[in-house]
Nanobody, 128 residues
Framework: QVQLVESGGGLVRAGGSLRLSCAAS????????MGWFRQAPGKEREFVAA????????YYADSVKGRFTISRDNAKNTVYLQMNSLKPEDTAVYYC?????????????????????WGQGTQVTVSS
């Protein structure tokens, strides 16, 4: 099994920055792709960013493109989400996810249904 633990959330003013981390443990060799999602109160979970575990492909939601950057450190089994120029509408619980499906070894994964491992989430609140 793979366990994911997010950290780095908090309260920040609009225009500020935060860096989220997602540490993977367990059978990390079985991870093929990872992503970040977020869920605001009363809204559905939405895709934020994704990265392949073995390659270098990344993909972003239009709402965060140019402001957020996803990256990974395979040696630390950690994926990061650098969030700059934060807006109040970025307020949400942020979740990282991983898929062990080898079909996605070089493909970024946008759909949450493909991911089979999820972290517990970390709260990000952006004040205006």
């Amino acid at each position: 099994q793979v366990q994911l633990v997010e950290s780095g959330g908090g309260l920040v003013r609009a225009g500020g920055s935060l860096r989220l981390s997602c540490a993977a443990s367990g059978r990390t060799f079985s991870i093929y792709a990872m992503g970040w999602f977020r869920q605001a109160p009363g809204k559905e979970r939405e895709f934020v960013a994704a990265i392949t575990w073995r390659g270098s492909s990344t993909y972003y939601a239009d709402s965060v493109k140019g402001r957020f950057t996803i990256s990974r450190d395979n040696a630390k089994n950690t994926v990061y989400l650098q969030m700059n120029s934060l807006k109040p509408e970025d307020t949400a619980v942020y979740y990282c996810a991983a898929t062990k499906n080898a079909a996605y070894g070089t493909i970024v994964v946008v759909s949450p249904t493909v991911y089979d491992c999820w972290g517990q989430g970390t709260q990000v609140t952006v004040s205006s």
